[in-house]
C-alpha cells in the first residue's frame, strides 16, 4: 500500500485530487482510486469531499505523519537495499497471446540480470490492463493498441504488427476474401476487445456485411471453431498458431494489422527496472519469428 499512501500525502499537501494527479503523473480517477482503496483498508474516510476541495478530516489528520513516516521509512529501506544487490517486485499485465512466448523470452532475459526482483503477471484483456495502468495497479501492461487516444500520463512502444487474415477450412474452396466474407457464416472477434474493434472497422471502411454465427475473444477458439468448419474469421496471424485444418488467406493490398505494445508510464526512469523489462521485451520481440501463410493450392 506504498504507493496508496504517496498518493494520500500529496491529496493532503495539495488539497485536490486533480493537482495531486498532476504531480504524481496520475490521473484523476487513478488518484480517486487509489484514496478508494486506502481508505477501505484502513476503515475509514480520509478527506471530507467537496465539489472542487478534498480536506482532511480527524482521521486524515491523525493519520497524515504517520503515512509520512511510513513512507520515508520505505524510501529508507529502498535506498538501502539498492546498496546490494536490487530487490522488490515487478506487475505486468499481459494479454493471453503473448504469455507462452513473447513474455517468457523477456522475463529469462530479466531474470538474468535481476534475479531478485520478484515478477507477477496479472492477466487480462487488453481494456481491463489499460484501466489498470492507469490506476497505477499495475506497473506496465503487454497489449493491443488501443484505437483511441491514450491519456496524456501514458505513453505507447510498440513491439510486434500481426497481420490480420482471413481463416477459412482447409477443405473450402479457395475464393477472394471478399465473397467468402459476404457468403459464409462469420465467426467474429470479439467487438469489446482492442482486436476485435480493429476487426469490426475493417468490416464497416469495406462495406461488408457479414452473417454471424459466433462472437467471442480468444483467437485459439476462434480458430479451432473455423477448422471444424463452422464458419470463417478475420483473426490475427499469431505466432505458434496451429495451422492443423486451416487455409489463411492474405487480405493483399487491402491488409492490415494488430499491434501489440507496451503501455506505461513512458519513459521509466532511466535504470529502473521497469525500464530494463521494456529493454527485455523489446529484444524478446526482435527474435521473434512471425508465422508465414502458408502455400496455397493452385486454382
Keep these: ?14 488539497g485536490t485530487f486533480t ?29 471530507d469531499r467537496g465539489a472542487r476541495a478534498a480536506v482532511l478530516n480527524a482521521h486524515g489528520r491523525e493519520m497524515l505523519p504517520q503515512a509520512e513516516e511510513l513512507v520515508a521509512m520505505a524510501e529508507r529501506l529502498v535506498t538501502t537495499a539498492g546498496a546490494g544487490q536490487v530487490s522488490g517486485s515487478l506487475r505486468i499485465g499481459a ?6 512466448d513473447l513474455l517468457v523470452d523477456a522475463l529469462g532475459r530479466f531474470r538474468a540480470v535481476y534475479p531478485d526482483v520478484r515478477v ?27 484505437p483511441f487516444a491514450l491519456p496524456p500520463e501514458l505513453g505507447w512502444q510498440r513491439l510486434l504488427s500481426e497481420p490480420v487474415v482471413l481463416a477459412m477450412p482447409q477443405a473450402m474452396p479457395l475464393a477472394p476474401w471478399r465473397d467468402v466474407l459476404a457468403t459464409q457464416p462469420f465467426i467474429r472477434y470479439d467487438r469489446a476487445s482492442f482486436g476485435g474493434r480493429v476487426v469490426d472497422i475493417f468490416l464497416k471502411k469495406h462495406r461488408i456485411n457479414v452473417h454471424e454465427a459466433v462472437e467471442l475473444d480468444e483467437i485459439d477458439a476462434i480458430a479451432n471453431l473455423v477448422r471444424h468448419g463452422l464458419g470463417v474469421a478475420l483473426l490475427p496471424q499469431l505466432r505458434g498458431l496451429d495451422l492443423a485444418g486451416l487455409r489463411l488467406v492474405p487480405l493483399g493490398e487491402h491488409a492490415f494489422h494488430r499491434d501489440i505494445g507496451i503501455i506505461g508510464r513512458l519513459p521509466f526512469d532511466n535504470g529502473s527496472v521497469r525500464e530494463k523489462m521494456a529493454e527485455c521485451l523489446v529484444a524478446a520481440a526482435l527474435t521473434e519469428t512471425q508465422p508465414q501463410p502458408q502455400p496455397q493450392p493452385r486454382s
Design 95 to 100: 494479454i493471453a497471446s503473448v504469455q507462452h
Design 19 to 47: 493537482g495531486a494527479g498532476t504531480h504524481l503523473g496520475l490521473t484523476q480517477s487513478a488518484v480517486s482510486a487509489q484514496i478508494k482503496r486506502l481508505e477501505e483498508y484502513l476503515g475509514v474516510a480520509l478527506f
Design 120 to 146: 507477477r503477471i496479472v492477466p487480462g484483456v487488453s481494456l481491463s490492463l489499460l484501466g489498470q495502468v492507469d490506476a497505477g495497479e499495475v506497473d506496465m501492461a503487454v497489449l493491443i493498441r488501443p
Design 1 to 14: 500500500m506504498i504507493k496508496e499512501f504517496k498518493t494520500f500525502i500529496a491529496v493532503a499537501r495539495d
